[in-house]
Structures are given as C-alpha cells and as structure tokens.
C-alpha cells in the first residue's frame, strides 16, 4: 500500500513540474522517459570535514562521541542518515544475532511510521540525530561503515551521499 501511495505521489509531483532535478545518472535516465525536463545533480561531500587528519583528539566532538559510544566494545559497524523505510532493519536484527559480539551504531533521526519499530538488540545502538559537527568523530571510531539499504524500487536508483561521506573518512563500506 505505502508503495503504490508512493508512486501516485511521485506521478503527480511528474506531472506538475517543470524541471525535474535528480541525485544520480540512474534515476536521471529512469525518470527522462516519464518527464521531459530531468537533469543529473552528482551529491558532493566536504572531503575535509570528514577527513581522519581534521580531527581535533581533545576537542569537544571527540569527548561527546566517545561519550556516546562508551561501553561499546568490540567490532563497531555502523551507518549515519536518515533511519527510514530504505533501511533494511530485519537485515540489522538478523546481523546483530548472527554476530553478537559486533556491534551496529545507526546515527539519524528515526522517520518511520508508527507501527515500524527499530529492532532492539543488545549489540543494536540507536544514537538518534546527532549534529553534523560531530559525524565525523563517530565514523572515525567504526570500523566499518554500513548501507543497509533494502532491495527495491525505493532504493534500486539510490545514490547515498554517505557513502562519499564514508570513503572521506576512509572507512570500508558494506552496502
């Protein structure tokens, strides 16, 4: 139902613009048959802000991230966005059972309807929106950086911006 409530959205939104503007050669060319006017606009990143060598080890950011993160030991995987319907989140329960002693931080405020609850797990750390000052000194402590999208058409043509987020701050990505 939210799928094809989606789609006459989106159909209508078409339908009254004059210019569309989309993140992403895919979703250009997906959206070019259905509407005249598409154009590409390629996500960009702050390359130095989410550089390791930007890190101040005594600032502010550092000691509210390592107090966000305290306790937590082990395997830190983790994911910063928006924690919405795109995310695969019986995919995180079942990671998170799969290997109890890693631990999985999502940074981002929830937007999920009210009969979608997160998965609670142990290992499961749910940080909430956090401001953007201190994303980098949180993916500075993963060690991997995850995009757990689920496989559809909401997310066939995604082009994450965090992922170059990610690959600034030099993280290895599971997508």
């Given at each position: 139902?939210?799928?094809?409530?989606?789609?006459?959205?989106?159909?209508?939104?078409?339908?009254?613009?004059?210019?569309?503007?989309?993140?992403?050669?895919?979703?250009?060319?997906?959206?070019?048959?259905?509407?005249?006017?598409?154009?590409?606009?390629?996500?960009?990143?702050?390359?130095?802000?989410?550089?390791?060598?930007?890190?101040?080890?005594?600032?502010?950011?550092?000691?509210?991230?390592?107090?966000?993160?305290?306790?937590?030991?082990?395997?830190?995987?983790?994911?910063?966005?928006?924690?919405?319907?795109?995310?695969?989140?019986?995919?995180?329960?079942?990671?998170?059972d799969?290997?109890?002693?890693?631990?999985?931080?999502?940074?981002?405020?929830?937007?999920?309807?009210?009969?979608?609850?997160?998965?609670?797990?142990?290992?499961?750390?749910?940080?909430?929106?956090?401001p953007?000052?201190?994303?980098?000194?949180?993916?500075?402590?993963?060690?991997?950086?995850?995009?757990?999208?689920?496989?559809?058409?909401?997310?066939?043509?995604?082009?994450?911006?965090?992922?170059?987020?990610y690959?600034?701050?030099?993280k290895?990505?599971?997508?």
């Open positions: 139902h939210r799928l094809a409530l989606w789609k006459t959205r989106e159909l209508a939104l078409l339908h009254q613009a004059a210019l569309v503007l989309v993140a992403g050669p895919a979703l250009s060319r997906a959206l070019g048959r259905r509407h005249g006017h598409v154009a590409s606009v390629f996500n960009a990143v702050d390359a130095e802000h989410f550089s390791p060598r930007a890190l101040e080890p005594h600032g502010s950011e550092a000691h509210e991230a390592e107090r966000l993160l305290a306790g937590i030991d082990g395997p830190l995987l983790g994911y910063c966005g928006s924690i919405d319907e795109r995310l695969d989140l019986g995919l995180l329960a079942q990671l998170a799969a290997r109890p002693h890693w631990h999985i931080v999502l940074v981002g405020p929830a937007q999920l309807p009210a009969d979608v609850p997160l998965p609670q797990r142990r290992n499961l750390h749910w940080l909430g929106a956090q953007y000052s201190l994303l980098p000194y949180l993916l500075a402590r993963l060690d991997v950086a995850l995009l757990p999208y689920v496989q559809g058409p909401r997310t066939a043509l995604a082009n994450p911006p965090q992922l170059l987020e690959l600034a701050a030099r290895p990505v599971v997508s």
